[in-house]
């Protein structure tokens, strides 16, 4: 059976609107020249290539190129990486030993040279708290390496922390294009409202009208707080990756989820990769294998144990949020299906002479909200995915 010409050009029309509104916001405004930084790059020239630096040094932010940009230009890895580095870096646990008992030597040195009891006693006290540290630094039993994995897990979680607010700034975007739609509606409705009152033929009452100016600048304050929230968020995550405050980078798109991904999620086969990179459970087992004395070695064996147990609950959970969000995709996508296909058959009916502009109206602006929360839920089953992976790369 072929299909109508009107239904097949209200079709057409109802795609070229949807693009449209999605293609109307810019994320970011482009500045000439090259993009203003906090802080120099970490790495030295040579640890890149020309083409990488230039990437990550143009006024473009790409979602992929995030992890690069944390580790290059965020101040507080640089600020970890530096203490460590200056205080660390190459030190043994038998190092970190010796240093705590050249301060408990200093201490008693201090009290067999003392002039007065008081000054005896009090250094004789230090003495012995340098000692206990002693057996703390021992029972402990950090290293330099468990250290470095303290300040990798805290800028992979920056990576993790940074996607997120990337993704929430996006869906942002979509909510904030909704409620634009939807205004553009209860604006309309004003003007009715109004037209209708002024007829003074009793179609509507002066309360219709407040109420219809109600909602109109109820929509404004909703718009406004989504506003406020997106620069906010903006504002952070540019600052995270080593841009000012008051710079505009543009913002490139998000990446669409990998549906096969979720297909090859499997949380018991993958609890293994997950031990394997855990960073806590590393630190961990170094601390066990560093520990000298059977009180450290059943506290850190004790808290591989637990460890685990913690990697394998919030595995399974990220799994379960995956397919959860997954499901709420699905019907988003039905539901714009649905709702496209009603503005399509309001607008021709509109063209034909058997509907209104309003209910065209009506029907744009449910299409435009069924199509931007399909964009939010697809937003929300890429996070959930990447949660899950995040756990496999040892953060969680």
Not at 131 to 150: F, H, R, V
Not at 210 to 221: I, R, T
């Amino acid at each position: 059976m072929m299909k109508d010409k009107g239904e097949t050009n209200m079709r057409e029309r109802s795609r070229r609107t949807a693009a449209a509104l999605l293609a109307v916001f810019t994320l970011g405004t482009a500045a000439a020249g090259a993009s203003s930084r906090i802080v120099q790059a970490a790495s030295p020239e040579f640890a890149r290539t020309a083409e990488e630096w230039a990437r990550l040094r143009d006024n473009t932010l790409e979602y992929d190129e995030i992890e690069d940009l944390i580790e290059e230009y965020n101040v507080t890895v640089q600020n970890n990486l530096d203490d460590w580095r200056k205080a660390d870096s190459g030190k043994s646990l038998q190092d970190y030993v010796r240093a705590a008992e050249k301060v408990a030597e200093n201490y008693y040195n201090d009290a067999a040279m003392a002039e007065d009891e008081l000054s005896a006693i009090s250094s004789d006290y230090q003495a012995r708290m340098a000692e206990l540290q002693i057996q703390n630094t021992i029972d402990g039993a950090e290293d330099s390496t468990t250290k470095l994995w303290d300040i990798k897990k805290a800028e992979k979680s920056l990576v993790a922390e940074a996607q997120t607010a990337m993704n929430n700034y996006y869906q942002l975007q979509y909510q904030i294009t909704s409620a634009q739609k939807n205004r553009q509606l209860l604006e309309t409705v004003l003007a009715n409202t109004q037209r209708q009152y002024s007829a003074a033929v009793g179609m509507a009452t002066y309360l219709d009208v407040l109420n219809a100016q109600q909602s109109l600048q109820d929509m404004d304050v909703q718009i406004l707080n989504l506003q406020n929230q997106q620069e906010n968020t903006r504002q952070k995550l540019i600052v995270m990756l080593g841009w000012k405050q008051n710079a505009w980078p543009v913002f490139g798109p998000m990446p669409t989820p990998d549906l096969n991904r979720i297909l090859a999620m499997n949380p018991a086969a993958d609890l293994e990769t997950a031990y394997a990179n855990d960073y806590t459970l590393l630190a961990e087992q170094r601390k066990l294998a560093n520990s000298v004395t059977a009180s450290g070695q059943m506290v850190h064996g004790g808290n591989m144990e637990n460890e685990k147990q913690q990697i394998a609950i919030s595995l399974n959970s990220a799994y379960k949020s995956v397919l959860q969000a997954k499901n709420a995709y699905d019907q988003t996508v039905l539901s714009f299906d649905i709702a496209n296909r009603k503005y399509a058959s309001a607008a021709a009916k509109q063209t034909m002479g058997s509907g209104t502009a309003m209910e065209t109206l009506q029907a744009e602006t449910d299409m435009v909200t069924a199509q931007m929360d399909r964009e939010v839920k697809s937003l929300q089953l890429l996070a959930a995915i990447e949660t899950y992976d995040w756990i496999l790369k040892g953060v969680r």
